[in-house]
């Protein structure tokens, strides 16, 4: 979360409350914040939007390459957003002067910026303060609660080294989605909030039912590399993955490994079960209340309980030796100096609950 002391003090500094200068692009934007939320095709809309940078600007739309910077390939701007996070002065000034840079060369009138980490600024009147002046356009794609949870849970496990089971995991699930869509709305000059339900996207694609609510162009493409695929883990994978993060935790390498055995496997991708009366509970929570009258949809409710049990034993063993086959998952996990049968003996007492 940020500082909002801090991100007022900078704000305040760069944007002329204490003499500082204003930001100096060179018309009026219209500034579009795609700010996810997880798990909803963001990595597509972000790849595809980073594919066809240059297409996108011939056409007055600027997304901005900011991976000059952080020294890397960046298909998103996360790392804007987290500079703003750890309060790095420099390293949050540097992106926004290349920001301004990019839009002062190419005299584009839209600005795009897309990163998932946008939902955890608190203090958005501030950033509000950062665009004023401009049109501020914020789209947000939601999940159903049940679904949401079971790929949160997913992505918390894979993309971190901490341990939690499903049911610690729901304790610090946040479902307060009337007060995330409120601070949204205030923050923006319009907001467009969609349920994310591949029957109700434009041609059952995110991608086009982005650009379509976002007013960008849409270029179609019968090429998808394989690069463009982003799935959750789950199944024996993600149980995988959380025993490994109970003795440390792989490498950032593994979490692409892991990405790419989920996506040769179905099985590995395997949503984890949740009992019925979880789901009753989560459902009453008034989540999808809020999803309704914001999206105009009505949550579809899937009954998650007899998904998969989460470990399969029958499959385990078998399971282990293939995830181990991959030998950048293998050098990590040769690191922990943790025996593979640990793995069967310890779901013997996940699977009752020990």
């Known amino acids: 979360m940020i500082d909002s002391r801090w991100l007022e003090f900078f704000i305040g500094r760069r944007w002329g409350h204490d003499g500082g200068r204003s930001v100096a692009f060179s018309r009026t934007l219209k500034v579009v914040l795609h700010i996810g939320r997880h798990k909803t095709g963001t990595s597509s809309v972000q790849r595809y939007l980073s594919k066809n940078r240059e297409a996108l600007k011939r056409d007055g739309v600027l997304y901005p390459d900011l991976g000059i910077l952080s020294g ?8 804007f957003v987290h500079a703003l ?4 002065t420099s390293a949050a000034e540097n992106f926004l002067r290349e920001i ?5 060369e190419s005299n584009c009138s839209t600005l795009v910026l897309s990163s998932e980490s946008f939902q955890n600024i608190k203090n958005s009147s501030s950033l509000k303060e950062m665009f004023s002046g401009h049109h501020l356009y914020t789209i947000c794609y939601i999940r159903e609660i049940v679904g949401y949870y079971c790929s949160s849970y997913a992505q918390f496990i894979h ?13 610090m699930f946040d479902t307060r989605l009337g007060e995330f869509v409120s601070a949204w709305y205030e923050f ?3 907001s467009c909030f969609r349920y994310f339900n591949k029957n109700l996207l434009e041609e059952g694609d995110i991608v086009q039912d982005f650009c379509h609510h976002a007013e960008l162009p849409y270029y179609p493409s019968t090429v998808l590399d394989e690069w463009e695929s982003n799935v959750s883990i789950g199944g024996n994978l993600l149980y995988f993955k959380l025993i490994c993060n109970a003795f440390g935790g792989l490498s950032r390498d593994s979490y692409y490994a892991l990405g790419e055995l989920a996506g040769k496997k179905r099985k590995f991708r395997e949503k984890i079960p949740v009992p019925v009366q979880t789901q009753s509970e989560l459902r009453s929570r008034g989540y999808n209340t809020v ?3 914001v999206t105009g949809c009505e949550p579809k409710l899937r009954d998650y309980s007899k998904n998969t049990p989460f470990p399969d034993v029958s499959s385990l063993r078998e399971d282990i030796e293939l995830i181990l086959d991959n030998a950048v998952v293998r ?3 040769d690191e922990l100096s943790v025996s593979p049968t640990l793995f069967t003996r310890s779901a013997n007492s996940f699977s009752r609950g020990d």
């Open 100 to 104: 301004e840079r990019q839009q002062n």
């Open 291 to 293: 999803l309704k009258r």
């Open 72 to 79: 890397r390939i960046e298909t998103a701007h996360h790392e």
């Open 188 to 190: 923006s000059h319009g």
């Open 85 to 88: 996070q750890r309060g790095d």
């Open 331 to 333: 050098r990590d996990f």
């Open 159 to 171: 993309a971190n080294n901490c341990f939690a089971d499903p049911y610690s995991y729901l304790r």
